[in-house]
């Protein structure tokens, strides 16, 4: 009696939660309990769960019998046992659980765990009750900054830029889906040195500027312009260093040359952060201006500054690697600075409570000398976490640091633009063009176009430089956003062709169970279930990539499962006899979990494509 409203309890529970179970979470305390209670002398017992990749060996296993046979061998507890052994009593403590089918052990004591289909189907059809993909539970909500994208005022928007916007982008997403409190800031570099120069050039090709908007349209010309003065007239180099100190020193008319000059590059930002359907808070270094000089002074007033050569420089908690420019020798702020005050801030005014940025692997010592002085500083205390969200370089074809052919970097609009050609392409070679509308045809181009440079970045472990191709990326087969995005236009059809109304999907919902008796619907179900545990494990490591490998291992189960069994039945005139709801329905679960992978990929799925 007892154990069977306990059972009733969990189910109910389950089926009601706003929450998807991660059976990672729920093998785990069930094992770590299990494992606590067999050895109760040891603390802290090694508890391993891994999912399975071969079905012979179970759905998951627990793979803690080797480690605690070494650990019970070195404590020399005198009698030694086999790890077989301490799996068989690890096996007696798990409790029951509604998760769980059965248990065994195979092997040198790995215990091989066979999940239960009623469970699977209990949270599958959980999410088809709420009507969308739920959530892992999460215990603590949090405020968390990224800091993200971050291009540099004149200075060209990069690949590196690129790639922080795409990584930054979908890392935001994956929070505020979890249900945090994300504040998404663009650091742009608005603040530097190039801007005496900068200013310096526009009052001289355009002196009126202050009544007249001066046509600028390319910023990097112009900069390059600049530069080139700069280099090679002493006169012109000291005026730009004397604009840069009275624009530091906020005079109206220097304020107002550095508005016009950042209004021009935040046009051509926020063209391409449209495009990319990327929302972005802009703070530039030039909004801790202020915040800079507070910040000296702190530091100094509590003897954390040192004198180098003229310069003051503050070094980690350990004196470990480089220490930070704080003030130049001219007196001047450096990106050390306008860091040390943004951090200040980010923690003390904003509350964050998590603070990452997703930077170029490049300036992985930056960060790291970063945050040990704001340690050491007692600005970053042991309840913030700090995160570093390198990645590796951008590179041709020619495995060469991406360039055009001309040896110049890349300008993102024509890189978007490019794609936009390479997708219509595509689109053409099967001949879309006369199926789809004008309108259809060109949100399907913009879809794969962009997700496609997305998807290409995502799916590769950020960590690792990464072959920018776009034959590859607009590839139909494999891991790619092309095929996933055509994937998901043909399950989203199956229902379509089999007449199933939104009605009758709604009806069929409380009453039809979802089918997984068949070897693949249970296969392509346990893919599914993953989902938590692969979304958390991302709240750890910050790797995108093994979310864009679940959506491949979901297309793929899919089209094994679709092999493999029938949805509907149809007679030899081809006229459909039969519907099997139970599939149609699993069919429903993966298209919708499909489209909350790419939400949170930043890909943007159409109906027709
Ligand atoms: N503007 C910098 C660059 O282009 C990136 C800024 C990153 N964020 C920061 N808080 N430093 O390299």
């Known amino acids: 009696e007892e154990r069977k409203s306990k059972h009733l309890a969990v189910s109910t529970n389950m089926s009601e939660s706003g929450h998807m179970v991660s059976i990672y979470d729920t093998l785990y305390t069930l094992f770590e309990k299990a494992i606590i209670e067999a050895y109760p002398d040891l603390t802290d017992p090694p508890v391993v769960i891994s999912s399975s990749n071969n079905p012979k060996f179970g759905d998951y296993q627990c793979n803690s019998a080797l480690p605690l046979c070494k650990l019970l061998g070195s404590a020399s507890q005198g009698k030694k046992v086999s790890p077989r052994e301490i799996a068989d009593k690890i096996i007696l403590k798990v409790a029951s659980s509604p998760l769980v089918e059965k248990l065994e052990v195979a092997g040198a004591g790995f215990i091989n765990i066979y999940l239960k289909r009623e469970f699977g189907q209990a949270i599958l059809a959980n999410i088809l009750k709420h009507g969308k993909v739920l959530s892992p539970p999460v215990v603590q909500k949090r405020r968390i900054l990224v800091d993200f994208s971050s291009p540099n005022v004149a200075k060209e928007m990069h690949v590196g830029h690129l790639r922080s916007t795409i990584i930054g982008d979908s890392i935001a997403r994956l929070l505020e889906f979890l249900g945090h409190d994300v504040l998404r800031i663009n650091h742009i570099g608005d603040w530097g040195t190039q801007f005496g120069m900068l200013i310096a050039h526009l009052e001289d090709k355009f002196p009126n500027y202050t009544t007249e908007s001066p046509p600028i349209s390319d910023l990097q010309s112009f900069y390059k312009e600049s530069k080139v003065r700069f280099d090679e007239d002493e006169e012109f180099k000291k005026r730009a260093y004397a604009c840069v100190v009275k624009l530091q020193a906020h005079e109206p008319k220097y304020i107002q040359a550095w508005k016009l000059i950042c209004d021009v590059s935040r046009k051509e930002f926020q063209s391409i952060y449209n495009r990319l359907d990327i929302k972005l808070i802009e703070r530039g270094e030039s909004f801790y201006h202020s915040r800079m000089k507070d910040i000296v002074k702190e530091l100094e007033e509590k003897n954390f500054l040192e004198e180098d050569e003229g310069r003051k420089i503050m070094w980690g908690e350990n004196r470990e690697g480089i220490p930070l420019t704080i003030v130049k020798r001219d007196g001047g702020f450096t990106y050390d600075t306008s860091d040390m005050a943004a951090i200040k801030h980010r923690i003390v005014e904003e509350k964050a409570e998590w603070v990452i940025y997703v930077v170029d692997a490049g300036q992985a010592t930056h960060f790291q000398i970063m945050e040990s002085c704001a340690r050491r500083a007692r600005i970053v205390l042991s309840c913030h976490n700090i995160d570093f969200v390198g990645f590796g370089v951008v590179l041709g074809e020619d495995k060469k640091k991406f360039k055009t052919r001309s040896g110049d970097t890349v300008k993102l609009s024509q890189l978007l633009d490019e794609g936009l050609k390479r997708a219509e392409q595509k689109l053409m070679e099967k001949e879309r063009d006369k199926v789809l509308t004008k309108e259809e045809f060109n949100k399907a181009k913009e879809s794969i176009a962009y997700g496609c440079i997305k998807y290409a970045d995502l799916c590769h472990n950020r960590n690792h430089d990464y072959v920018f191709s776009f034959d590859k990326m607009t590839e139909d087969k494999?891991?790619?956003?092309?095929?996933?995005?055509?994937?998901?236009?043909?399950?989203?059809?199956?229902?379509?062709?089999?007449?199933?109304?939104?009605?009758?999907?709604?009806?069929?919902?409380?009453?039809?169970?979802?089918?997984?008796?068949?070897?693949?619907?249970?296969?392509?179900?346990?893919?599914?279930?993953?989902?938590?545990?692969?979304?958390?494990?991302?709240?750890?490591?910050?790797?995108?990539?093994?979310?864009?490998?679940?959506?491949?291992?979901?297309?793929?189960?899919?089209?094994?499962?679709?092999?493999?069994?029938y949805c509907v039945e149809k007679n030899q005139t081809g006229e459909i006899v039969k519907v099997n709801m139970g599939r149609i329905l699993l069919t429903e679960v993966t298209a919708m979990m499909l489209e909350q992978c790419f939400a949170l990929l930043g890909l943007k799925p159409v109906e027709k494509m």
């Not at 236009?489 to 069929?508: C, F, K, L, W």
């Not at 409380?510 to 070897?519: A, D, M, Q, R």
Request: net charge negative; charged share 25%.
């Open 478 to 565: 494999g891991n790619t956003a092309v095929y996933l995005l055509y994937a998901l236009t043909r399950i989203r059809s199956i229902a379509r062709t089999a007449n199933v109304s939104r009605e009758e999907m709604q009806e069929a919902i409380g009453k039809t169970p979802i089918s997984l008796e068949h070897e693949k619907e249970w296969k392509l179900a346990k893919v599914l279930l993953k989902f938590p545990d692969v979304i958390l494990k991302i709240t750890k490591d910050l790797c995108l990539h093994t979310l864009c490998e679940l959506c491949y291992e979901i297309a793929c189960a899919f089209t094994e499962f679709y092999d493999n069994c």
